[in-house]
């Protein structure tokens, strides 16, 4: 992720010395996000993240910790907060609200395999699963409220073509859903499941991380998200669709999806398409009059591409 407030070498070791984490050796910015300040923390006892939150004040944190704790309890690797020498696993940090997890093993996938696809099917399901009986539910802070107002802010923004598109997509969905809603099953969701929120070790999974826009929504929501990003050719939009065969049919083994989420899934697939491309637009627009911060964004072309090509094609749940 970018770092957007800097610490100093005394703030670090102020930090580490109130974590049973031995003495800091080093720390190192990590570069490459869009939200949220992080940093590599090396200690004599280990590797660590430390993650200073940019976008949500301190009380809304503590739900994103707490699913994540749940997830782990269910025996996922997932960064769990750790606890300091004060029984506190949040923290302020330069007026921001911080905390520190375990560095796991692994690294960034180059790009997805048709086993790699198979594998986050399996285990989306399983999570899925497990999430079932976490109790707090919390409503996505990019979710339709979100969308149907920034949308509007942005439409004037666009180019005509684009906005028409936007809107129209949004419209579709809600009238849809407003029929169908309360079918379609619910639970609590990753919500930015992209590959480069995954850990591999070789060909396997070894942790799945950052579940900062975690919420209570649609499973198939969730699932959408992840095809759209693990089995797409970002260069076209269109599936591969040997990857997506691997990665829906792993899902399903693992959780039969019922009638309402085979109705909805074609927009579902959509929906997650147009959210992400909505998100990154709000980010560019955002950042566009400093250089700095528009160089670190994602291109909103890649998700346009995608949403239109879910237009053109969006294949069923079940053959």
Request: hydrophobic share 40%; net charge negative; charged share 25%.
């Amino acid at each position: 992720m970018a770092v957007y407030t800097s610490l100093a070498d005394s703030d670090m070791r102020d930090l580490v010395a109130d974590y049973y984490l031995g003495e800091l050796i080093s720390y190192q910015g990590i570069s490459g996000g869009v939200e949220n300040t992080n940093y590599f923390l090396t200690t004599t006892t280990g590797k660590y993240v430390l993650t200073l939150f940019e976008e949500f004040e301190y009380k809304e944190v503590p739900y994103f910790l707490d699913v994540v704790a749940h997830l782990k309890h269910k025996g996922f690797n997932v960064p769990a907060a750790l606890i300091d020498c004060h029984g506190e696993r949040l923290r302020i940090i330069k007026d921001r609200p911080a905390i520190i997890v375990d560095c796991f093993a692994g690294g960034l996938l180059d790009e997805t395999t048709i086993k790699s696809c198979k594998m986050m099917g399996e285990t989306l399901a399983k999570l899925h699963t497990a999430g079932l009986d976490f109790s707090e539910h919390r409503e996505s802070h990019r979710g339709m409220q979100w969308w149907r107002e920034t949308s509007k802010q942005l439409a004037p923004e666009l180019e005509p073509e684009q906005a028409h598109l936007l809107l129209e997509q949004i419209s579709e969905f809600d009238a849809f859903i407003e029929k169908h809603d309360d079918e379609i099953p619910k639970g609590t969701i990753h919500a930015d499941l992209f590959y480069n929120n995954t850990l591999f070790e070789g060909e396997e999974l070894s942790a799945i991380i950052d579940f900062y826009n975690a919420c209570y929504s649609w499973l198939m929501y969730d699932l959408a998200i992840v095809v759209n990003d693990w089995c797409s050719d970002i260069e076209t939009g269109e599936l591969d669709m040997e990857k997506y065969h691997a990665l829906v049919n792993a899902y399903i083994h693992e959780r039969q999806p019922n009638a309402a989420e085979i109705n909805a899934w074609p927009y579902m697939q959509k929906a997650a398409a147009m959210r992400f491309w909505l998100s990154r637009l709000e980010a560019w627009h955002g950042a566009k009059h400093d250089a700095a911060r528009l160089a670190q964004q994602h291109d909103p072309k890649e998700l346009q591409r995608i949403l239109e090509a879910r237009i053109r094609y969006t294949p069923n749940l079940v053959e």
